[in-house]
């Protein structure tokens, strides 16, 4: 069955455009917009039953399902990844309710729908990244009422949010938190980046695209616009700071990106990769390589044997059968 | 401020809890350092009224009134609920009955003691770490102690903590509500010798509130006495405890156990 094919028959179906019928997309634009207007504000809505559970995306598919439309291109990565199961099966059920092109390339896409990181390539003006949210609140592990928690927010007092990172420093002599690291957004409100890691948190701050966080189980939509200032809280004597590697990425010798550990065998053999699986791939396929080390490479020559160097040519090859295929289904629509 | 006006001026208080009556037409003045006792017996309004006073329950009817370092007297209902948060966090200190709801229980001693210079916007971690040093020291809770958490402290160790967390903003008023409820003697001896050295040294402003005459003779140097919500008499601590003069203030100390 061809793509065009399973298009039709999910309009055929009678699902709407979008899967969400026009009233629930215009409630939520609406939310959208009111926080564009208050950046890092929490705004409530009426969240939709999606075909799949909570903590699986809900809340950025009903984002990303108010604002797409026929002539946009989506790109749906989990941890940098456009290939792990919530990025493919949210991608596929776009494209065959939406009936638009998707693509991996981040600077092909104008709508990018994320679960924990931001792209490596730089964002630009016109593009829109949804954050996935699983707890939009900050301060929710510090104090469980939620009237005190708005009112906190309403008057600015995050004196409490600082105590989460004293105690950082009080148990580990740095500050430990390495995720959902908080920070302030427009010097106004706090805010819960998601669970990016904070090596994603300095890309928020002055960014060229729109950024749009739905959390589908707490029913909260905030923004941060383009262009707006966002400050990851810290201390005078301990300032912020990103995560970092000893080594490169073992397949593509980036030296400054988010790595992600991957366990070779049961030796100790290990090695670090691009959490972005798209910039990865586009700097090998650009020539550049990464060395593995001896004893991760006997690793990976142990798990994968000699089809590794075929394995690796079949993966590029379907990266360009995929863009091929992206770029005929624009070319259609 | 002037010698001549009050720190703090409550006139007509009133809270009825629905037709329950829980304190009535309550008046009085305190000073600059100052401690009034408030006595009286289960149920007589003692806790409403504190609550009343330290603004977390807006009363029926009446006017309180306080110093305030910039406006001067001024009523604390007529401020808008960030101002008056923001006096409980600075000006003000509460001492809870209950530790665990004046305590957060799941951050460290010295987390708890800090997290009130965080709120006025204290960001230079080593002046906080010292800063809580310093209060732990001085209710004489063990340094060693300072990294964990409250809930692993005893009762006496609890309520010093509670003590060290509010006293670091240099509060000039600070609202306590059964302070040494659920001590033992020994503890409640050592706590009360704490209490009264910190406030005569720091010339703390107090009110507090219990039904132990012992406590109110050592620390408190006025006493008011409640019954069904009315305050029945008034006046210097030892004249009271010494020369009561209404049946019931009579009745409340010739109940206290000589041993």
Known sequence: ?333 | MNANTPLLRVRNLTHAFGHVLACSDVSFELHGGEVLGIVGESGSGKTTLLNCISARLAPTNGVVEYDLRTKGLTDIYALSEPERRLLLRTDWGVVMQNPRDGLRMDVSAGGNVGERLMAVGARHYGAIRHEAEDWLQKVELDLGRMDDKPKHFSGGMQQRLQIARNLVTKPRLVFMDEPTGGLDVSVQARLLDLLRGLVRELRLSAIIVTHDLAVARLLADRLMVMKDGKVVETGLTDQVLDDPHHPYTQLLVSSVLQV
């Open chain 1, 1 to 333: 069955m061809t793509a065009a094919q399973q298009q039709t028959s999910a309009v055929e179906e009678g699902y709407n455009f979008a899967y969400l019928d026009e009233q629930t997309k215009r409630m939520i634009r609406r939310c959208i917009l009111k926080a564009v207007a208050v950046p890092g504000y929490q705004v409530p809505f009426g969240g939709r039953e999606m075909p799949l559970p909570y903590g699986w995306g809900t809340g950025g598919m009903q984002v990303t399902a108010s604002i797409i439309g026929r002539d946009d291109t989506l790109k749906v990565i989990d941890q940098g990844a456009d290939d792990t199961t919530n990025a493919v099966n949210i991608r596929r059920f776009f494209a065959r309710v939406a009936e638009m092109p998707t693509t991996e390339a981040t600077d092909e896409a104008t709508i990018i729908q994320t679960r924990h990181r931001v792209p490596e390539d730089p964002l630009a003006e016109g593009q829109i990244i949804v954050y996935q949210v699983p707890q939009p609140e900050p301060l929710r592990k510090l104090e469980p009422r939620e009237i005190e928690c708005r009112k906190m927010h309403a008057y600015k007092e995050y004196g409490l949010m600082q105590v989460s990172l004293y105690e950082d420093i009080a148990r580990f002599g740095e500050i430990a938190t390495s995720y959902s690291y908080p920070v302030m957004v427009n010097d106004r409100y706090l805010m819960s980046p998601t669970p990016i890691p904070k090596f994603d948190n300095p890309k928020m701050d002055d960014f060229p695209a729109l950024q749009l966080f739905g959390a589908g189980r707490e029913k909260r939509i905030y923004a941060i616009p383009p262009y707006t200032t966002v400050k990851s809280l810290d201390f005078d004597d301990h300032p912020f700071e990103v995560q970092q590697w000893e080594e490169d990425c073992a397949l593509c010798g980036a030296e400054e990106t988010f790595l992600d550990e991957v366990i070779l065998d049961d030796q100790g053999g290990k090695m670090y990769v691009c959490s972005d699986s798209h910039y990865c791939a586009r700097r090998r396929a650009e020539g550049h390589t990464g060395t593995l080390s001896e004893s991760a490479a006997r690793a990976y020559a142990r798990a994968v044997g000699a089809a590794a160097g075929q394995a690796s040519d079949d993966k590029a090859q379907n990266d360009k059968a995929q863009n091929d295929k992206a770029q005929n289904d624009k070319v259609g629509a």
